[in-house]
């Protein structure tokens, strides 16, 4: 009867919870890669006097060896996370099976940092001896801290990485596309990006959860000293 309670007062219950912390954070990865760091190499080669036709050259060169490298870098970091995840559960398994006693004595630990006493998490330490899986499930959320990892998470990082990478990259280069004389398309480009940093950047503090005007201040900010130094070092290289 209270089961039955419990799971209706579970569907009157509707939590609205972000759940795609991952995926948002890939996007936010590169996109901010890949608005900054082509944004200040056309500002360098707009400094350098180079023609609207070669800062494209250039800038779409970048960009592709961005996506890749980007991509690459979260398929593999998420590809660390997945392998690192199955060693665990394996040593955690392991232990288990060989010293069931320590293993249970960590529970009862685990239980007793919430405040629960010895009489009310014995039986739930019993009950976890007597379901193995639930009981390796238990220990590596509550002892190591660690979620099964989705096993399409590494190909699916890299692709969102690299799909935002080109998305952010191709903004500050779409000036140049369009205007012929650099020395007017670096403007145009400063203006473009400048307000879709202001843009990413609100959006961003808006589902990461901090202040979505300081964020959007903070990332258009980062642009901008990162493409005035590259301006400034090519006019200082050219002499």
Do not use: C
């Not at 795609?20 to 190499?41: H, K, Q, Y």
Request: glycine share 8%; charged share 15%; no cysteine.
């Amino acid at each position: 009867m209270a089961g039955e309670s419990n799971a209706s007062l579970l569907n009157d219950h509707k939590e609205k919870h972000f759940t795609a912390g991952e995926i948002v954070r890939d996007i936010i990865i590169g996109v901010s890669d890949g608005l900054t760091v082509p944004f200040a190499l056309a500002a360098g080669l707009s400094g350098a006097n180079a023609t609207s036709a070669v800062i494209v050259t250039a800038g779409v060169a970048e960009i592709a060896a961005g996506a890749i490298s980007m991509g690459l870098g979260g398929y593999l970091a998420a590809k660390s996370e997945a392998d690192h995840y199955m060693r665990e559960l394996k040593r955690e398994q392991d232990e288990i099976i060989a010293v069931p006693d320590t293993e249970a004595a960590e529970v009862a630990e685990i239980l007793s940092e919430y405040g629960i006493q010895p009489h009310e998490y014995s039986p739930v330490v019993n009950a976890l001896r007597k379901n193995p899986q639930a009981w390796l499930d238990f220990m590596m959320k509550f002892e190591l801290g660690l979620e099964k990892p989705d096993p399409k998470r590494a190909m699916q990082s890299a692709m969102t990485i690299a799909i935002a990478y080109i998305v952010g990259g191709i903004v500050p280069l779409f000036p140049y596309m369009l205007i012929s004389s650099a020395d007017r398309a670096v403007i145009a480009s400063v203006i473009v990006t400048l307000l879709a940093l202001l843009i990413f950047g609100y959006g961003k503090g808006h589902f990461t959860g901090s202040k979505p005007f300081w964020s959007a201040l903070q990332t258009t900010f980062i642009g901008a000293i990162a493409s005035a130094a590259a301006f400034a070092m090519a006019k200082l290289v050219q002499g």
